[in-house]
């Protein structure tokens, strides 16, 4: 009887542990979606044009501040070279007046 009691009182302290666990990652999921994100629609496109193999693409304001968050003090965004290419991923892409 009393090893049944105890058993049981063991299940609650981890079903306890559960609900806070399961809480915790709930709030953590909750905070990270609020948190702002950078527009990427199309006018926060900045074309690049790669000098290794010739690829065209842009990098949406999202990308942009994903590269700058990657590298701080890393490559110039928005100037002459430094940006990876999306297709061969040399950082060799030059930035592109307007849009090809
Ligand atoms: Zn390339």
């Given amino acids: 009887m009393n090893t049944k009691r105890r058993a049981a009182a ?6 306890t ?17 609020s948190e702002p994100r950078a527009p990427t629609d199309e006018s926060t496109w900045v074309y690049y044009r790669c000098t290794a193999c010739g690829e065209r693409f842009h990098y949406n304001g999202q990308e942009l501040n994903d590269l700058q968050a990657g590298s701080p003090g890393g490559p110039h965004i928005g100037g002459t070279g430094g940006v990876p290419c999306k297709l061969c991923g040399k950082r060799t892409a030059v930035r592109e007046p307007i849009k090809p």
């Fill in 17 to 33: 542990l559960a609900l806070i666990l399961l809480a915790a990652a709930g709030l953590y999921t909750w905070t990270r979606s």
């Fill in 10 to 15: 063991r299940d609650a302290i981890l079903i």
